[in-house]
């Protein structure tokens, strides 16, 4: 890599981070709201962002400025999805960071971050020493007809793109009347206080 490509990430990241954090998205409270459904707000983004990066893709291959042949899509497996989804999705409930925010929270001076980071390296080197045995679970479920949602039902990438955006306005409105509902949304002071406010029942 060359120096600019170095500092550019390293400048990148920075500034990642510095908007993770203001968001309050460095704040395991902020996280784990999302499972008690007072908080959309990370699906929100994370949708918002595989949404636009879908939309944006389709529309630079039709203006020529990429060719989505050159682009690598890794095998999908939807076995190893589903498993690798439930130990991360279980990690996230229990400690209300995944990999990226606890790097965000150690870094704004969390002790339960810390720990959390350092259950992720353990977690990764204990993976690594068992890769071997366990080998046959990461390529666990391969779909054979395609490694995109185009190709493996068969349409174009407009109509899964159209889809898309149509999933994503329903996701903001039912996650913004499910915030209403049990309490939220957390704002970002709360969620950088830590503040431990009792989330609105249904009834």
Known sequence: M?????????????????VLENAGFGSPYKLTSQFRLADWSVFKVMFTAIVLTSVGLMLSEWFGLISLEGLFVPPALLGAAAIGGILIGSGFAVGG??????????????????????????GTLVFAGAYEQIESLTTLGEVAVGDTLPAALGVSSLWVNVVMVIAAVAVFIGGSALERRFGGPVTAIEAVAGDSRPVKSSS
Not at 2 to 18: N, Q, R
Not at 104 to 113: E, F, P
């Open 2 to 18: 060359t120096p600019i490509e170095i500092l550019s990430g390293l400048a990148l990241g920075f500034a990642f981070g510095f």
């Open 97 to 122: 960071y995944c990999p990226g925010t606890s790097v965000v929270g150690l870094m704004s001076g969390r002790l339960d971050a810390s720990v959390f980071l350092a259950g992720l390296i353990v």
